[in-house]
């Protein structure tokens, strides 16, 4: 497979405010999870850029994108999908680049979400309607009542590591299409698909002060400096649920909306009713996907008592087959976590596992290369029995390459454990059991439920979590209606 060509710019990431490429006084590197070598500079937005930023984005709200029709803005972003498109090597370099996933993950995942995430939105938003009430009075009075939509106003975007372009456009398309202008700040271990969106974005002739990219780490950095600016009107956010509450904090002043999706401890449960094979392929996919990485991924894994045995034999095998390396490797499954800071944390993780008394079926540390590697972010995939429901690997997030899987006996018993998390982001059901499967579907307390499969969405479907996993719903209407202020017109007539 051909190494994917790296555009230039991406050497040193700029930001991109008003309509333009500027640099800052401050830089910081950008390091290459394969081989912890410094891949990129990046300028970091300090506080009197944000500002500027701040004030092109509100500028922006007025003047030719004020002015613009639902189906004018539609085309514009239909434009930047198909710059994407027509860029889509540069797309997937940049994110392996960053991220070390293996290519074809990217081009399969993140890029084609991204071009979908952009034409989904751009073609909901003209569908996106209001409602109507004819209310009448005692007094014989007769009222039409209809909702008008308008636009939040500037919205910030502060977006995680693990899946840089699908979460950014994510947010961005539908704010874009619903008439605001957007501060995108990507994570700072992420900068160069922000980046090249940013240039997609230029070349679609989209009005300068639109779509802001602002790069920077959080705390006294840009993250910060952005959501506490009095002249924002909305945040989105994604990642950790920590950050979650920081960020409430900030704009509690100003009682600003928010809409969070943070963290997850998802659980699966493997009924003695599943198709046991596919089952097994799916919990490998479910935790090992992107690294585990991905806050749907599964971390605790419940399985019938009278299969436990057969299926922690059969998991430690499909996990032990995957092929962990390089990302130009058309073979491999597994890339490298996303920094070595991360990689110090997942390990440390793995260590108090076995403190807590975890047995490990297979894995539990880093794997040898004897080449450059050994000196990247690597881990191995790793399944655990034998912890207790409130050991911390159990409740905490490790948001690594882990599995724990327990025994049980009835179903109500497994409902209560999985719902028994901070936690209430995804869960997945394994039956071919109908009926078991919406009884239990019903009960669980997270955001999305899949039944005999993973990860999967429909982009009109709601996703966000419940408790420590998230405030709000996105996707289809719900996010057009986060993006929206509504307004009740009554007429007397
Ligand atoms: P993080 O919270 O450390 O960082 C996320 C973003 O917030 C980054 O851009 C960071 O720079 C910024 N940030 C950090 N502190 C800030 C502050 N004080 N003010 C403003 N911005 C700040 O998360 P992460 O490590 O990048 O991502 C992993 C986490 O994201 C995991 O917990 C994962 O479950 C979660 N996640 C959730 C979803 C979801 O849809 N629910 C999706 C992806 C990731």
Same mark, same amino acid.
């Given at each position: 497979? *051909?190494?994917?060509?790296?555009?230039?710019?991406?050497?040193?990431?700029?930001? &991109?405010?008003?309509?333009? %490429?500027?640099?800052?006084?401050?830089?910081?590197?950008?390091?290459?999870?394969?081989? #912890?070598?410094?891949?990129?500079?990046? &300028?970091?937005?300090?506080?009197?850029?944000?500002?500027?930023?701040?004030?092109?984005?509100?500028?922006?709200?007025? =003047?030719?994108?004020?002015?613009?029709?639902?189906?004018?803005?539609?085309?514009?972003?239909?434009?930047?999908?198909?710059?994407?498109?027509?860029?889509?090597?540069?797309?997937?370099?940049?994110?392996?680049?960053?991220?070390?996933?293996?290519?074809?993950?990217?081009?399969?995942?993140?890029?084609?979400?991204?071009?979908?995430?952009?034409?989904?939105?751009?073609?909901?938003?003209?569908?996106?309607?209001?409602?109507?009430?004819?209310?009448?009075?005692?007094?014989?009075?007769?009222?039409?009542?209809?909702?008008?939509?308008?636009?939040?106003?500037?919205?910030?975007?502060?977006?995680?590591?693990?899946?840089?372009?699908?979460?950014?456009?994510?947010?961005?398309?539908?704010?874009?299409?619903? #008439?605001?202008?957007?501060?995108?700040?990507?994570?700072?271990?992420?900068?160069?698909? $922000?980046?090249?969106?940013?240039?997609?974005?230029?070349?679609? =002739?989209?009005?300068?002060?639109?779509?802001?990219?602002? *790069?920077? @780490?959080?705390?006294?950095?840009?993250?910060?400096?952005?959501?506490? *600016?009095?002249?924002? +009107? $909305?945040?989105?956010?994604?990642?950790?649920?920590?950050?979650?509450?920081?960020?409430?904090?900030?704009?509690?002043?100003?009682?600003?909306?928010?809409?969070?999706?943070?963290?997850?401890?998802?659980?699966?449960?493997? %009924?003695?009713?599943?198709?046991?094979?596919?089952?097994?392929?799916?919990?490998?996919?479910?935790?090992?996907?992107?690294?585990?990485?991905?806050?749907?991924?599964?971390?605790?894994?419940?399985?019938?008592?009278?299969?436990?045995?057969?299926?922690?034999?059969?998991?430690?095998?499909?996990?032990?087959?995957?092929?962990?390396?390089?990302?130009?490797?058309? +073979?491999?499954?597994?890339?490298?976590?996303?920094?070595?800071?991360?990689?110090?944390?997942?390990?440390? &993780?793995?260590?108090?596992?076995?403190?807590? #008394?975890?047995?490990?079926?297979?894995?539990?540390?880093?794997?040898?290369?004897? +080449?450059?590697?050994? &000196?990247?972010?690597?881990?191995?995939?790793?399944?655990?029995?034998?912890?207790?429901?409130?050991?911390?690997?159990?409740?905490?997030?490790?948001?690594?390459?882990?599995?724990?899987?327990?025994?049980?006996?009835?179903? +109500?018993?497994?409902?209560?454990?999985?719902?028994?998390?901070?936690?209430?982001?995804?869960?997945?059901?394994?039956?071919?059991?109908?009926?078991?499967?919406?009884?239990?579907?019903?009960?669980?307390?997270?955001?999305?439920?899949?039944?005999? *499969?993973?990860?999967?969405?429909?982009?009109?479907?709601?996703? =966000? =979590?419940?408790?420590?996993? #998230?405030?709000?719903?996105?996707?289809?209407?719900?996010?057009?209606? @986060?993006?929206?202020?509504?307004?009740?017109?009554?007429?007397?007539?």
């Amino acid at each position: 497979m *051909h190494a994917p060509v790296l555009p230039k710019s991406l050497k040193h990431c700029r930001c &991109y405010v008003n309509g333009e %490429f500027v640099k800052s006084t401050k830089t910081f590197a950008n390091y290459s999870p394969v081989d #912890g070598k410094q891949i990129a500079v990046v &300028y970091e937005a300090d506080e009197a850029l944000v500002d500027y930023a701040v004030h092109s984005a509100k500028k922006a709200l007025s =003047g030719p994108w004020g002015a613009m029709t639902v189906e004018q803005r539609a085309v514009l972003l239909h434009k930047v999908a198909d710059i994407i498109e027509a860029r889509f090597d540069e797309f997937v370099a940049a994110e392996v680049m960053d991220t070390g996933r293996p290519v074809h993950q990217a081009k399969t995942l993140d890029v084609y979400r991204g071009i979908h995430n952009l034409r989904t939105f751009a073609d909901l938003g003209k569908q996106a309607h209001g409602e109507m009430f004819e209310s009448h009075l005692p007094d014989g009075t007769q009222l039409l009542n209809y909702t008008r939509r308008s636009p939040v106003g500037v919205v910030a975007s502060i977006s995680p590591w693990n899946l840089p372009l699908l979460s950014l456009t994510w947010k961005a398309a539908p704010a874009l299409i619903c #008439g605001n202008t957007l501060l995108c700040k990507p994570s700072e271990e992420t900068p160069s698909s $922000a980046t090249l969106l940013a240039e997609a974005f230029h070349e679609a =002739g989209v009005p300068p002060g639109v779509f802001n990219v602002l *790069h920077g @780490f959080g705390k006294d950095s840009t993250g910060e400096f952005l959501t506490s *600016h009095h002249e924002i +009107d $909305a945040v989105t956010f994604t990642g950790e649920s920590g950050t979650g509450s920081t960020i409430m904090q900030a704009v509690a002043q100003g009682v600003k909306p928010v809409s969070f999706e943070l963290g997850g401890k998802n659980a699966a449960i493997v %009924f003695k009713e599943a198709d046991f094979t596919a089952a097994v392929q799916g919990i490998v996919r479910s935790s090992f996907t992107n690294s585990g990485q991905v806050c749907l991924c599964t971390e605790r894994v419940y399985v019938h008592r009278s299969i436990f045995k057969q299926f922690v034999a059969a998991l430690k095998v499909a996990t032990e087959a995957l092929k962990v390396g390089k990302p130009n490797d058309p +073979d491999v499954n597994m890339g490298p976590l996303i920094s070595l800071v991360h990689k110090e944390k997942v390990l440390g &993780y793995m260590r108090l596992a076995e403190e807590e #008394g975890a047995v490990v079926v297979t894995g539990g540390g880093v794997p040898t290369f004897n +080449d450059e590697r050994d &000196y990247g972010a690597y881990v191995q995939p790793t399944v655990w029995t034998g912890l207790p429901d409130t050991a911390r690997c159990m409740q905490e997030e490790v948001f690594g390459p882990v599995c724990h899987i327990s025994p049980f006996d009835d179903e +109500d018993e497994v409902i209560q454990r999985a719902n028994n998390t901070h936690y209430g982001l995804a869960a997945v059901l394994w039956t071919e059991n109908l009926s078991q499967a919406h009884r239990v579907a019903a009960q669980m307390k997270v955001g999305v439920v899949w039944v005999n *499969h993973w990860f999967a969405r429909d982009l009109r479907t709601p996703f =966000g =979590g419940q408790k420590l996993s #998230g405030l709000g719903r996105e996707g289809g209407a719900y996010s057009l209606e @986060f993006y929206s202020e509504t307004t009740n017109v009554s007429v007397r007539i």
